[in-house]
C-alpha cells in the first residue's frame, strides 16, 4: 500500500481489522448455526455485567432480534464476564500482525468502544458501535471515525492526535506497505492530509470539517460501504 491511500486505510480499517476481531471470537457464524431462541431478554445470572434488555437494544441499534440474540451467543462464548478488556483487544491485534506492533492501535480503537471510559467494554457499547459500523449511515460511521481520532475526547482533532493514530497504523501494518515507507513518511503524511482537512487554519479539525473533507473524497466514501451485509 503506497503513502497516498494511507488516509483511505486509516479510516477504513477500523472496519476491516473489527470485523477479524469478530471472527476470532466467533462471533460472525452463519445466522443458521444457532438455534432461535424464545427468550426474551439477554440476561444470565452467571455473568458480572447484566447487559440491557434485548428491546431496548433493538431499538438503540439497526440489528434485528435474531441477529442481537447471535451476537450475544457469540459474546458471551468469548467473554463470559460480559466485559472485554484492553488487553483482549490488544491480544487479538497482536495475533493478526504479529510482525508489527498492534498495541497502541488496539489501544486507541479499544477507546472507541468503551463508551463510558471504565476500562471495559460492555455487550452495548459493542454493539451499538457494530451497528454504526456496518449499518450506520455515512454521517454515523464518519462520526464514529472522528470519535477514534479524537483521543483525548475534546471535540477536535489535533495534528498530534491524528500523527499518534497514524504512527500506530504504520507501527502495525508497516512492514507490509509497498514501497517501504521512511520513518519520517507518516508526519508528512499527516502534515498533508491535516492541511487538506483544516479548513479555516486554526490548527484543530472539527466535526464538520472532518465530514466535509471525507464526504469529498470517492475513495473513503466507497470504503464506508464494504462491510454492510456483513451480517
Request: proline share 3%; hydrophobic share 40%; aromatic share 12%.
Amino acid at each position: 500500500m503506497g503513502i497516498q491511500g494511507m488516509e483511505l486505510f486509516a479510516i477504513g480499517v477500523v472496519i476491516i481489522l473489527f470485523m477479524a476481531v469478530l471472527k476470532q471470537f466467533g462471533i460472525l457464524e452463519p445466522m443458521s448455526s444457532f438455534e432461535d431462541s424464545s427468550d426474551s431478554d439477554l440476561e444470565l445470572s452467571t455473568v458480572r455485567h447484566q447487559p440491557e434488555g434485548l428491546d431496548q437494544l433493538q431499538a438503540q441499534t439497526k440489528f434485528t432480534r435474531k441477529e442481537l440474540q447471535s451476537l450475544y451467543r457469540g459474546f458471551k462464548n468469548e467473554c463470559p464476564s460480559g466485559l472485554v478488556d484492553e488487553e483482549t483487544f490488544k491480544t487479538i491485534y497482536s495475533q493478526f500482525f504479529p510482525q508489527g506492533d498492534a498495541t497502541t492501535y488496539a489501544h486507541f480503537l479499544f477507546n472507541a468502544f468503551d463508551i463510558d471510559r471504565n476500562g471495559s467494554i460492555r455487550f452495548e457499547d459493542f454493539v451499538i458501535g457494530l451497528s454504526v459500523l456496518l449499518r450506520g449511515s455515512v454521517t454515523e460511521k464518519l462520526n464514529w471515525a472522528f470519535n477514534l481520532y479524537d483521543i483525548n475526547k475534546d471535540g477536535y482533532i489535533t495534528k498530534e492526535e491524528m500523527l499518534a493514530i497514524m504512527k500506530s497504523i504504520y507501527d502495525m501494518m508497516g512492514r507490509y506497505t509497498y514501497p517501504c515507507v521512511r520513518d519520517e513518511a507518516p508526519s508528512e503524511h499527516v502534515d498533508k492530509f491535516f492541511q487538506k482537512m483544516d479548513k479555516n487554519r486554526d490548527g484543530v479539525v472539527t466535526i464538520e470539517e472532518f465530514i466535509e473533507t471525507c464526504q469529498k473524497d470517492e475513495n473513503i466514501m466507497n470504503s464506508m460501504q464494504l462491510f454492510e451485509n456483513v451480517i
